[in-house]
């Protein structure tokens, strides 16, 4: 868990600057030594002290930084190759199938059409695999290759005057900036403090360990950086400095308001609280969906009991405004599970391959794709989750809509997405989702070994099949009684069941039912009614 404010007294930013600028030359000094030269570490650290007039501890913070970034660079450029692999996959099933279209193509203007699209195909897939040559290249290199300072601003530098720079010496100055902006102190444990490089006192006051070679300079072997509070979280770090945890600093330099500030930031260990939930009293299954978030809770039964749509618009809107309206959507859904005592439900979704595809897609589906974050709201709910003490339970996504949508959306009323949360509730309390049968009839022999979801999938491909004709889905086989596209027989009206409704009685089968205020009646009770009154 980390928090931040800043610093309000600028005094002390030419120290701070001082400080971050002998950080950035042991850390790029340290990344030639360790990393491309292959040094040891603790030779490193031997030499390093005396040169450059740290401490163990500063020196262990700053190659715990350096390793992070080392190590996520290779990550990223894992998950780059993966991305493209998918993209070359895609196109290359894109391009089969054109071409196949080409084949059976009549006219001159369709063909025309279909050979426009693969050249640009092909040329898009030599892009891609040209990409994925240098990704792999780098992947395969046995120095990390690394940018101190960012890439983009080191490719300012070739044209000044577009990136708004008179002289190649205002570059240089942001350039030198920017590799040292900001610097770590790592907590321990074991340290007075949690932290023997940076301790904060009970009343606020941030002390602060020097280098040997600014405290030779200033003459003092510590500065107080006065006035630390934090806005939020304030009483974590209180209880953290009173058990004696270890407390990791950041400080950061940052623009505001066209002027730079320095900002600290406490990094400590959440303890998750005691979870205060019970399976036994039910569930609250959540579905994200772009532009929502619903949310549908069961009883200890599987029965639907409340159900609700909190918006969360994320198109056309800035990261932190949606970070922000995920965030809330997260704090009203734990507190609406811790309030009835009923863990959450969610979905292990992974949308990089989905995504990896945005190109062989619709404009409108590739765009509500890519707003998708449904990374950014698990960690969300589950930050949340652990604090307030609510259980999160992660569930196989296959088939929920489908589910929700034949078994508890015509019956219960509720929208599609509601009807998922209802599914995905179940789903983490285990009921079973048998697709309810039409006939008496058992299954053969040869398939009652299969898993119920070989039933859901079928149904699941026919009901795609009938919207991609232009069916409505109440429309289909598992609704209760005839299809609304069918006229309703003139012949006795009265058996007709409530206006308006589209259901009609059918051979074989009970009559529908009708919903009188909060009582159930059945049909038959109707037509008796009816016969009297006649």
């Known amino acids: 868990m980390t928090f931040e404010t800043r610093i309000k007294d600028r005094s002390l930013y030419p120290l701070l600057e001082a400080f971050a600028a002998l950080f950035g030359r042991v850390e790029r000094t340290l990344f030639r030594d360790h990393y491309v030269r292959g040094e040891p570490l603790a030779d490193c650290k031997r030499r390093y002290l005396p040169a450059f007039g740290i401490t163990a501890r500063m020196f262990n913070g700053v190659a715990s930084v350096l390793g992070g970034k080392v190590k996520a660079a290779h990550e990223a450029r894992k998950r780059h190759a ?4 998918a993209e070359i996959r895609s196109l290359e099933e894109s391009l089969a199938c054109l071409k196949e279209r080409l084949e059976q193509a009549e006219g001159p203007g369709s063909r025309w059409r279909l050979r426009f699209q693969i050249h640009h195909k092909k040329r898009r897939l030599a892009q891609l695999e040209s990409r994925l040559a240098l990704v792999e290249q780098d992947l395969n290199r046995v120095v990390p290759r690394m940018c101190f300072g960012s890439s983009r601003l080191f490719y300012r530098q070739f044209h000044l005057e577009e990136n708004g720079y008179r002289t190649h010496g205002e570059w240089l100055r942001d350039w030198r900036r920017a590799r040292s902006s900001q610097f770590l102190c790592l907590g321990s444990k074991d340290e007075t403090g949690g932290n023997q490089t940076c301790t904060l006192l009970p009343d606020g006051t941030l002390r602060l360990r020097l280098p040997d070679v600014l405290a030779e300079s200033l003459g003092k072997k510590w ?17 953290a400095l009173a058990r004696g945890q270890a407390l990791t600093y950041r400080f950061l330099r940052r623009e505001r308001k066209g ?15 005691p979870v205060v939930t019970s399976r036994l009293l039910g569930a609250l299954g959540v579905d994200l969906n772009p532009g929502l978030v619903a949310a549908s809770q069961v009883d ?24 922000a309206s995920l965030a809330e959507a997260a704090a009203d859904l734990v507190a609406w599970a811790r309030a009835q005592g009923v863990p959450v439900v969610v979905e292990k979704l992974d949308f990089e391959k989905k995504k990896a595809h945005l190109g062989e897609m619709g404009v409108r589906y590739a765009r509500m794709l890519s707003g998708f974050a449904y990374a950014k709201f698990h960690a969300l709910l589950l930050s949340r989750a652990a604090r307030e ?3 999160v339970m992660r569930i196989n996504p296959a088939l929920t809509s489908v589910i929700g949508q034949v078994k508890f959306g015509p019956g219960y009323g509720l929208s599609p997405h509601a009807a998922a949360a209802v599914a995905i509730a179940r789903r983490g309390l285990r009921f079973g989702e048998r ?22 999938s079928r149904l699941s491909r026919g009901l795609r099949a009938g919207s991609a004709r232009g069916r409505r889905p109440s429309e289909g086989n598992w609704g209760r009684g005839l299809p609304l596209s069918q006229a309703a027989p003139t012949a006795r009206p009265w058996l007709q069941g409530p206006p308006g409704d589209g259901l009609s009685p059918v051979p074989g089968r009970d009559p529908p039912a009708q919903t009188v205020g909060r009582a159930v009646r059945p049909a038959s009770q109707q037509c008796a009614a009816i016969h009297t009154h006649c």
């Open 82 to 85: 993966r991305r493209l692999k």
């Open 389 to 391: 003490g609510v259980e």
């Open 300 to 323: 200890r039964h599987g029965n639907p009991v409340s159900w609700r749509h909190i918006p969360v618009l994320t198109r056309g809107r800035r990261q932190e405004q949606v970070t």
């Open 435 to 456: 697709l309810r049968s039409r006939s008496a009839l058992l299954l053969p022999a040869r398939n009652r070994g299969r898993h119920v979801w070989s039933d859901w």
């Open 259 to 273: 002027k730079p500030a320095w900002y600290v930031q406490i990094t400590l260990e959440q303890e998750d609280a």
């Open 223 to 239: 500065v107080l950086v006065p006035g630390i509070r934090f806005r939020y979280g304030q009483e974590a770090v209180d209880r």
